[in-house]
């Protein structure tokens, strides 16, 4: 299954890259060449789907960001396609430099409160200081506080950390990928027999189909021998832009909603039918000086 599931995703970058080819091709016909300096766009989102993006917003704007995961389309109507269960993450992102953005959060699933921080190393240029790729440094912190009776929870089991390089590339006004080399280490793991760090290596990209909708797509292949019942994170979304909002609609076979919960405990089979709808809300305010 993970041969497969690899082998889609490829066969869907390579499409997406054909059609980047065609668009670009069209675009230089029509505008001429590229204007000089650095390349914006990249992603709707600082979201893809359920990973970050490289996007990174302007200093002083604070992101509102409600996140929705509901249970799984197979399981009936009974519960109506999983409409009746959901999980929820209310987070706020800020910009506290135009490289820096400074995020808090609190998951349902898990009752798991999260942390990060996201820095700008490079960005895309075109002309003499060309630069061909965006790179982002991003790293997570989460605590969980379900409550287990059965276990002793000191402050350091309910840690988990992740470690992350984006690197993504705008090929043209519609097509951008992104790999996302990550490292997750959970202080507690569900059995003695697995490893406390899980290395995994992030795909995922954005094709747009007209100015304000895109079709993204988001794949975490992990490295190594991985826990029983658990799967490599897909995910296929769709993004509207209404000016101040970036609606994300998607699905998806992870629940939950932080990098330290979706790579190494996603629970679902995506070609199994364990599909979750979700979207993610975001609205921006602007609250410091530029």
Known sequence: M????STLFCF?????CAWGQDNLLKELEESGPE???EVTGTFKGTRLINGHSIEIRE???LDFIISHRFGRLNSGAYSLFGLDDSNIRLGLDYA??????????RNSLSKVYDGFLKYRLLEQQNGPRSTPVSLVWFSNMSITTFRRPELPMNFQRKLGFTHQVLVARKFNESLSLQL???VVHRNLVPLRTEENNLYALGIGGRYKITPRTSLNVEYFYRLGEQARNTYNALAIGFDIETGGHVFQLHLT???AMTE??????TGGDFFGGDIHFGFNISRSFQIGRQ
């Open 59 to 61: 200093k002083g704007t």
């Open 35 to 37: 204007m000089d300096g």
């Open 180 to 182: 996302s080399p990550s």
């Open 253 to 255: 076979n992870a629940q």
């Open 12 to 16: 869907m970058a390579v499409t997406l």
């Open 260 to 265: 330290t919960g979706f790579i190494p405990s």
């Open 2 to 5: 993970k041969h497969f599931i």
């Open 96 to 105: 506290a430099t135009d490289r820096l953005t400074l995020g808090l959060g």
